[in-house]
Structure formats: C-alpha cells, structure tokens
C-alpha cells in the first residue's frame, strides 16, 4: 500500500487541489479534506526518508530554503492582526504543509522515478479530469456561464488558471517526446481553453509556447531574440 501511494503520489497531491475548486459541493467538500490528509502524508514521507533531497541522505538547507521560511514565518505571525485569525491560521499551515511536499517530498520523487515520470502522473490525471470535464456538458445542466464554459468548475476562470499553468508543460513535452499521449493531451487542454474563453490564460499559454520553442530550436542568442520580438 505505501509503495502504491508513493508510486502515484504526484496524482494524489494534485487532484484534492482540483476538486476543491469544483462547483459540486459534495466532490468540493471531499478535496478539501483530501488536501490536508494528502499534504501531512507528504510531510510524513519526507520527515521518514530524513529530508532526503538531491540524492543527499542528511537534511540541507538552500538559500531559497530559508527566503521561503521567512516568508512563510511573517505569513503565519499575520494571523495575529487579521480580521480571521484562524481563516489566516489554516492557509499559513496550508502553504508550510504545501512547500514541505513541493520542495522535499516531490524533490525526492524526482530523483527516484524522474522528472519524466513525475510529469506523466501530473499531466495523464490532468488530462482525465479534463475530458471528464467537456464531457460533463452532455450530463450537468449550467456547465456554461454567460456564454462561457466552464464545466464542474464554479467559474470559467478557474479552468484557464489550471490550464495555464499545465498546458505549457504537456506541449513541451509533446515536442519533446512526440508522444501520441501528450498530443491528446494537448488537444484536450486546447479544447477547455477555447470554450472557457479566458484570454489572459491563452496569452500566458501563447507566450510560454513562444519559450519553449526558442529552447528547443533556436540556439543562437541573435535568433532567439528575432523570433521573441516577432511573436510579441
């Protein structure tokens, strides 16, 4: 049971973030209960692995380490002057819980299965829940928000925030790899995109995408700096 959770664990940590932003109150109140058992286990994992990090076996702190420790030290002091105190309180213990899995516990998922497995079990879950999602507008009535689609989500707008973030990530990897996969993938993130019609998650898409292609296929800075002026 712990090696199948540690296996899929990337898929884990990312579908209570998912479902919590859902509009179905039921599947919402299960993923915020998942998220904080998801994080803990997490944190757990990698106070029992000994803060393993970059194949070292002791624990080591980096100077982003401690500019994030600040940060989140003045986060958790605030509560104390905020108007919800314990609202404050939770997220403080939310982003703590949410660095030690992203900076430690992901870190060392990487340097056991890689960066390549770690991004598959993102982007594979991601692309399920996102074809569950245009398919939801055959079964759920109100998936479309004043001409907007946004499917089991409560707005329009969450869907472009996910995407923007991930979409990037599945067509690099798609050029990457040339994998059929991830091409699916692709055309499912550009899908939701469209129909949602958030237009600052298509510029940010359309400006990482610009990136990428500069790293893979221009290597000179002269080209590099041509091709991001036209494209801007």
Known sequence: MRSFFWKHYPTLYMLPFVMATTRISQVAEIG?????????L??????DSGFKRAGWK??????????????????????????????SAQRAAS?????????????????????????QKFLYGLGILFTINLLSQFVIPGTWMVGRFRGIFVNPNNIGLI???????????????????????????????????????LVGISIAVVAILISLFFKRASRALFVSTAAV
Request: hydrophobic letters at 60%; glycine letters at 4%; aromatic letters at 14%.
């Open 95 to 119: 982003m703590i819980l949410l660095y030690g899995c992203s900076f430690w516990t992901l870190w060392e998922y990487c340097d056991r299965f890689s960066e390549k497995i770690l991004l």
């Open 163 to 201: 995407l923007s973030v991930v979409a990037p990530l599945a067509i690099g990897q798609w050029l990457s790899t040339r994998q059929k996969s991830y091409l699916a993938i692709v055309a499912v993130f550009l899908l939701n995109l469209l129909a949602c019609g958030s237009r600052g998650a």
């Open 58 to 87: 002791r624990k080591f702190v980096t100077v982003a380490d401690i500019v994030i420790s600040l940060f989140l030290l003045l986060f958790l002091v605030s509560e104390f002057w905020t108007i919800q105190p314990w609202v």
């Open 32 to 40: 915020e209960v998942l998220r904080w058992i998801v994080l803990m």
């Open 42 to 47: 997490g944190c757990l994992m990698a106070i």
